[in-house]
């Protein structure tokens, strides 16, 4: 499984971004696809993640902001941010699993197998 994220770059405080997750190789419907950032000097933190038949699950952090959707027929997996702010700025990665997470798992950066190169998203005035 291949993954790549793209559309980062820098935002004025309160502007909007859409990340793109494309993935290729033996993803399948099934899969568990996820958002994490990382901020410099930071760990890696869940951002958003995705199942088929189920409701996408967020960080509170993000929550009401941010919107993740994926298209199975184009192999895309979407991050669209409203309301940025400068605490949002890290590098953002994609990442799948290869078999439906539960509720209590899918926020945990182990437990995907497969990760994007990250994209840069910068908010500053």
């Known amino acids: 499984v291949q993954l790549q994220a793209s559309g980062g770059g820098l935002v004025q405080p309160g502007g909007s971004l859409r990340l793109s997750c494309a993935y290729s190789g033996r993803t399948q419907s099934s899969y568990t696809m996820g958002w994490f950032r990382q901020a410099p000097g930071k760990e890696r933190e869940f951002v958003a993640a995705i199942r088929n038949g189920g409701s996408p699950s967020y960080a509170d952090s993000v929550k009401g902001r941010f919107t993740t959707s994926r298209d199975n027929a184009k192999n895309t997996m979407y991050l669209q941010m409203n309301s940025l702010e400068p605490e949002d700025t890290a590098v953002y990665y994609c990442?799948?699993?290869?078999?439906?997470?539960?509720?209590?798992?899918?926020?945990?950066?182990?437990?995907?197998?497969?990760w994007g190169q990250g994209t840069q998203v910068t908010v500053s005035s």
């Open positions: 990442a799948a699993k290869e078999s439906r997470l539960i509720s209590s798992v899918l926020r945990n950066s182990v437990a995907y197998d497969y």
